[in-house]
């Protein structure tokens, strides 16, 4: 069984957070999240901070919405800004 199945049997997301350079990680969280949960798990991980969590089509992402409600699947790449 592979992590990526394992964690979605687990209610969990992969989520892939980049800097504009290229440098990130991919990150686990609860599929019930919100955006802002994602941000804050992001900024502690890369220990800096930065303003937004943006789409690959550059669609800037609120931090109230639920992961769900902005869209985000397992193995989303979205973008720090």
Known sequence: ETVASMA???GMLRVNVLFPSGSGET???PEHS???DLKLLAQRSFGKGFLKLVTAEGHGLNPEDSLQAAGVQDGEHLTAV
Do not use: H, I
């Open 8 to 10: 979605r049997d687990l």
């Open 27 to 29: 990150l686990l969280l």
């Open 34 to 36: 919100k955006v802002g």
